[in-house]
């Protein structure tokens, strides 16, 4: 009787262990997620801090650019008067104020301000985020279907010394000879 109450005590230490190396495991598990959720945001801090930086050099860049570009738009509107072309000039004057306008604001706001400003827009207006998006995608698309179309001539031109793989120099497909098996008509009559 009493190996059945050591045997029971055994099993009930046993269990209370068992618990306790559990819940051990549950808090080195929650350090470890703790630690890995701060570190990553940490990264995403250094991330947005480095991008930070880069858009605050380039638009200072960029609003030098455009304000040099507003002065010349200027000289062009007085020109413009000197001649007599009054609404021209006009229009002239009015775009170089505002390409004054958004230099001043590239020039002067540092990246987090401007990253701020773009995030803001797009919540805003997401339709116009959207458009933008796939306006930018067709721009590329087609820049990358033109100059594969000139690789592809080039390389196909016989006076590149280009070789046509798989083909004549009339652009045609080519059939080894002997070759049989599963050739459409078309093909098979130009053998």
């Known amino acids: 009787m009493a190996d059945t109450a050591i045997s029971h005590s ?24 703790g630690q890995a ?23 200072t860049q960029a609003g030098e650019q455009i304000r040099g570009t507003a002065g010349d738009v200027r000289s062009f509107a007085d020109q413009l008067r000197e001649q007599g072309k009054d609404k021209p000039a006009q229009y002239a004057e009015q775009a170089a ?12 706001a540092d990246g987090d301000r401007i990253l701020g400003d773009v995030e803001d827009f797009g919540r805003r207006n997401p339709w116009a985020v959207v458009a933008g998006g796939l306006a930018l995608g067709f721009v590329a698309s087609r820049m990358l279907k033109a100059s594969s179309g000139e690789r592809y001539r080039s390389l196909s031109s016989p006076s590149s010394g280009g070789s046509t793989a798989g083909g004549t ?21 130009q053998r």
């Open 10 to 33: 055994g099993a009930a230490s046993s269990g209370a262990s068992d618990a306790g190396a559990a819940e051990q495991a549950k808090q080195k598990a929650g350090e470890v997620a």
């Open 37 to 59: 959720q701060e570190k990553a945001q940490q990264a995403g801090q250094q991330v947005r801090g480095r991008l930070g930086e880069q858009v605050g050099q380039r638009s």
């Open 169 to 189: 120099s009339s652009g045609r497909p080519t059939v080894p000879n002997g070759a049989t098996g599963n050739l459409p008509p078309q093909l098979a009559s």
């Open 97 to 108: 104020e505002r390409a004054e306008r958004i230099g001043g604001y590239l020039q002067d």
